[in-house]
């Protein structure tokens, strides 16, 4: 069983930082691509950042500049550093990943963190 599990959000005021980590777990072989995505009310799923196992990165252009996206490979782990957080930065962000288990491979995803910006 693949399990992911974020942590790291919350209430912070405009112009302030978080940050949000994942952690994977269970029968894990390899794990390609991580990456960051984040849903408002109303608005569908948005990519936020991704990093390959090679640390390539891709942010969403709206971010570009603010959040940071890094990973650990031998700990399986991923993060979201944001800086110079906005109220449109609003959202529940969520852990994805594409990881080989033992079992096959396929996409998972956290069960999200919320981060609010506000005064």
């Known amino acids: 069983q693949v399990q992911l599990v974020e942590s790291g959000g919350g209430l912070v005021q405009p112009g302030g930082s978080l940050r949000l980590s994942c952690a994977a777990s269970g029968s894990i072989f390899s794990i390609n691509a991580m990456g960051w995505y984040r849903q408002a009310p109303g608005i569908e799923r948005e990519l936020v950042a991704t990093i390959t196992s090679g640390g390539s990165t891709n942010y969403a252009d709206s971010v570009k500049g603010r959040f940071t996206i890094s990973r650990i490979n031998a700990k399986n782990t991923v993060t979201l550093q944001m800086s110079s957080l906005k109220p449109e930065d609003t959202a529940v962000y969520y852990c994805?990943?594409?990881?080989?288990?033992?079992?096959?491979?396929?996409?998972?995803w956290g069960q999200g963190t919320q981060v609010t910006v506000s005064s």
């Open positions: 994805n990943a594409h990881i080989r288990a033992y079992s096959g491979s396929s996409y998972y």
